[in-house]
T-cell receptor, first 109, second 114 residues
Framework: AQTVTQSQPEMSVQEAETVTLSCTYD???????LFWYKQPPSRQMILVIRQEAYKQQNATENRFSVNFQKAAKSFSLKISDSQLGDAAMYFCANPDMRFGAGTRLTVKP | DVKVTQSSRYLVKRTGEKVFLECVQDMDHENMFWYRQDPGLGLRLIYFSYDVKMKEKGDIPEGYSVSREKKERFSLILESASTNQTSMYLC?????????????FGDGTRLSIL
């Protein structure tokens, strides 16, 4: 299976600050999407943002943006103006529906 | 909104029992998936199904089987439960027809095998 690596098991950020979560991936696809999902404590996993590999422009959804480097197979998630509600597990997923080990984000008031 | 419903939030079973985990989605999605989630390992794909009566092994199928007799329902079966199958199990569905389609997840079933 094509692997997904999240090298940061835990991250912490001060409220209103910016944090970047890392992800590297593997895929044999030529045209594909990558995904970041958020899993709040005891709650359902939901989509945060997705990136099409063919697009030069990094995806943005409000305070969430991506730093996508196709050649390096790197797909980082940047959260700006962090809020207490951003505290969660974050998972990145590759086109083969494989996930990384996750990063637990803590937001400090 | 897509709703993916897993039949139990918490389940306790005994070693050797046959265990059924049920998942139902209400949006006519073709693809359905079963993952197990363990701390430090993330989500690992057990089985997936592209459509009714179809199934494909994921990365850790040993000790599990699945059934998809109807499009909306995807069942995970632990043939003879063992303690190392204690885990959180997540079901997901996804519409086919485009790489951009995300997965939609259920709330998860926390399964304990004693």
């Amino acid at each position: 299976a094509q692997t997904v690596t999240q090298s940061q098991p835990e991250m912490s950020v001060q409220e209103a600050e910016t944090v970047t979560l890392s992800c590297t991936y593997d895929t044999s696809e030529s045209d594909y999407y990558l995904f970041w999902y958020k899993q709040p404590p005891s709650r359902q996993m939901i989509l945060v943002i997705r990136q099409e590999a063919y697009k030069q422009q990094n995806a943005t959804e409000n305070r969430f943006s991506v730093n996508f480097q196709k050649a390096a197979k790197s797909f980082s998630l940047k959260i700006s103006d962090s809020q207490l509600g951003d505290a969660a597990m974050y998972f990145c997923a590759n086109p083969d529906m494989r996930f990384g080990a996750g990063t637990r984000l803590t937001v400090k008031p | 909104d897509v709703k993916v419903t897993q039949s139990s939030r918490y389940l306790v079973k005994r070693t050797g029992e046959k265990v059924f985990l049920e998942c139902v989605q209400d949006m006519d999605h073709e693809n359905m998936f079963w993952y197990r989630q363990d701390p430090g390992l993330g989500l690992r794909l057990i089985y997936f199904s592209y459509d009714v009566k179809m199934k494909e092994k994921g990365d850790i199928p040993e000790g599990y089987s699945v059934s998809r007799e109807k499009k909306e329902r995807f069942s995970l079966i632990l043939e003879s439960a063992s303690t190392n199958q204690t885990s959180m199990y997540l079901c997901a569905s996804r519409k086919t027809g485009g790489y951009w389609q995300p997965q939609h997840f259920g709330d998860g079933t926390r399964l304990s095998i004693l």
